[in-house]
């Protein structure tokens, strides 16, 4: 029985072996080596020999190939060929055009075309007698990609040699070769100018491609025309109302590359200032284009009518009734089968939506029906769409829907809706309480950072912007750090809480919820916990003695940072109740007689814990660096004080991150807007350049410098800009010259300058020696300002004076002597703008309130503007200020309503200037009423002056 036991054990053994064996053979068959792995340059070298033998080129054309593919898989990996090896390969390639296999005639044009761009163009030029004979054989395979192989390896001078075969090529009856010249055309266009004049040559060949009837010849015949005439605005013009007159494209994408065509020049129209009375009534270009737009709207290609309708509702200043034929056609495409034509439709629906959600309101049906999309994209664009168009009623039943939309998609989505919900409270105050529980809610659920990073700093936005969502959402907040597991979070709130808590109805109830935090949670936290509670002590007397209490809990905290802030603020609140002790009301006192729970003027506490810095940490570094940079003020012996700091302005930088987080409203999968990839960029002193020169030393610190102003187009043999340096009563010029003439070096530059007003006087000159070419140079022009004349408007007259010395491009030696030339540049205007610095305030208000109404200046102007928009715009750059409180564009939804605009500053001499600007349309036109304050008489009717 053993026996029997043993013999069947070592069967099953056996069996089990022999299906491992099976089963590893199998996988050893699996295994995948790549041909290309470790490939070395040398051992392919050796094989590409095989080109020099006829023989074998002819008899084995698939060991050619693979040759190639190698050698091309080691210029891919970076293993590129010198000089030498690169000869020889080329003359091996020369020789595989004998053969007449198409797979390996293929494989040669790839590796020319791929090598070419890294080799030696001298090693390139060996092929090309091959490729020409290529192109123009009987063969249209050939010569199709010889051509385009050729437009990678030819310069201008060959071009005009073979331009009589690319004319005939671009005219070919074969769609391949046709569209291969068009194609090659476009690349080489764009190499060199003198391909570009040699191309510009055959514009009659190119215009009889655009009848092909390839489709493709069509497009590629359309796309090189327009290379040809874009730099004539005429010639565009024309092209467009001949082909959208004729209806000869078949093309869908030629007649896409006319609706963007069409839609650029109209977008030139109206930056011009030539749309006249809207597209529809207005000049004759812009209701030839906008015709052609809407007839597009009924063409049989999708493609056709999508980028048509894009096209129409991204036209600037399109009114609704422009825009409506555009909706009606996405409306329904939003109910299609493609995924791509939905999104694509409902992106742009979006994009309408914040300027006019009337329109789109039109789609909410369909809208609604896409929440249910299993595209999640096009479910979000639908959502934050319906939350930018549905009306107050529609809020509720909203928010149910998006209850149960949040909880299927991802945190990036989840961000997009909250943002739009953030907006929807911006144009329904009445619904806050409801909005802001309901981002609360979602606070407590699942999520990651950014997430409820966004809901918070969307409840702060919210606070600031409409002050009656304010307790409420502290409420929500104070909650939601109970359970927070995010220590920036909880930081940011309790900071939150010390500023506004004291200034609500019951600064008491917040106490608890922020001592919990000092005795549970981390250190960072504890810190931020008691930094509020002693805000709360230095805003509200009458809670300081039981705030004292709480604090003294921390005096022994095992954190440094705690137990520091604990000591000094309990230090400091103790001296403030000895010095100002608190008197509670008697409890028969009326609310008349009792006193505002506020700290004395002296208060020793609220100097201490409320009083913020006159300037910013990023403003005082700027202004510590340009204070450092001038010249003399490290060996002054003055002492240094915020106000003799120099004037930081506000940069674009600081303007767009502030606008970024009052609010943020991206695009769906937009970036985390708290998030901040690398280092800030270090800004440069633009003054810089006036400290170098000994000459200009003694003028001392620029009070401001402006951005360069263009004085010619950026296309002409000189560019010229020039760079305002406001002086204390001095204006330096600085323009910058760049020269573009290759055969010419400029010597002993200057600007001369002509002017009939008397506030500026020029008083020095210093010119730039030498400017190469390609290089920029800068010459000075010093004025002098008049202090007895008002500052205005100066308009100067500008002339380029320099001595030309004609020079060898390549070499760079002077072939002639100097002679003198001038150059005509751009009027130059200095306004009182100029003389401004963009300085924001933190409380306008307040400022407002402070300078008072002693130098106030009331005017009222009528304004030739379509729009409020562009009035606003306008008034910004006229008055040279800043504006504030998000006052610098229009709110979302607020079309009709008034306008009012806060702008800050400091004018020449350090005086602060205040305006309140009310702009409203009237009449067709805008109306803007401005009220200007600061602290000097003089300055609130030279800025109020500045609009004209």
Known sequence: MEEQEEGLASVVMKELQQVAEKFKDEDEEEVYYSPYANLEKSAVLQEARIFHDSQAVRENPRKCCTVIAQLLHLQNTGQFLNSTEATDVFFGVTKLFMSDDASLRRMVYLFIKEVAETCNPDDVIIVTSSLTKDMTCDVDLYRANALRVLARIIDSAMLGAIERYVKQAVVDSSGQVSSAALVSSIHLFGQASENAVVIKRWISEVQESTSSNNEMVQFHAMQLLYKIKQSDRLAISKLVQQFSSRNTLKSPLAVVCLVRYTAQLLHDEVSEGR????????????????????????????????????????????????????????????????????????????????????????????????????????????????????????????????????????????????????????????????????????????????????????IITLIKAVPETAESSLMQLCEFIEDCEFTMLSTQILHLLGEIGPTTSAPARYIRFIYNRVMLENSSVRAAAVSALAKFAASCPSLRPSIVTLLKRSLEDEDDETRDRTTMYVTVVEEAMEKFPYVPPAEDATPEEIRPDVPEEDDTAAFVLLGGMPISFDKLQRSLQVYQSSPGTMESTAPMTFSSLPVVEDSPEDTSSNDAVDDGFGDVGGADDGAVNGEPAEKVDPAAAVYAIPELAGLGRTFRSSSPVP????????????????????????????????DQRLENVSVMLESDGELFEVTGEIPAETIKYGETGSCFTLLQRNDGVPIETSEFTCMLHFNVVQVDPSTGEEESDAFEEEYPLEDLEISTADFMAKVSVLDFRKSWETVGNSNEVLEKYALQFKDLESAVSSVINLLGMQPV???????????????????SGVFIGGHSTLARAQLGMQGGGVVLKIAVRSDDESVPRMVADCIR
């Open 711 to 742: 004085l010619t187009e950026t296309e002409t043999e000189y560019v010229v800009s020039c760079t305002k340096h406001i002086f204390e009563s001095h204006v330096v010029l600085q323009f910058n010259v760049q020269n573009t003439i290759d």
């Open 885 to 903: 409180d998000g006052t610098g564009s229009l709110k979302p939804n607020s079309e009709g309503k008034p306008h009012m605009l806060h702008l």
């Open 275 to 458: 749309l006249g009375d809207g597209y529809q009534g207005g000049s004759s270009v812009a209701s030839m284009g906008y015709k052609f737009l809407e007839s597009c709207l009924r063409h049989k290609s999708d493609m056709v009518m999508y980028e048509a309708a894009r096209a129409i509702c991204s036209l600037p200043r399109a009114e609704a009734q422009d825009i409506n034929p555009a909706i009606i056609l996405l409306q329904q495409f939003l109910s299609s089968s493609k995924p791509a034509t939905r999104f694509g439709s409902m992106k742009i629906l979006a994009a309408v939506s914040n300027t006019h959600p009337r329109l789109v309101a039109k789609c909410n049906e369909d809208l609604e029906a896409l929440i249910s999309d299993p595209n999640r994209f096009i479910a979000t664009l639908a959502m934050t769409t319906l939350l930018k168009t549905g009306s107050e009623n529609s809020i509720d039943r909203l928010l149910k829907q998006i209850s149960a939309f949040l909880s299927e998609i991802a945190d990036e989505y989840k961000i997009t809706i909250v943002k739009s919900l953030q907006r929807l409270c911006y144009t329904y105050p009445a619904k806050h309480r409801v909005l802001v529980g309901f981002m609360s809610n979602f606070l407590r659920e699942e999520g990651g950072f950014s997430f409820k990073k966004t809901i918070v700093n969307s």
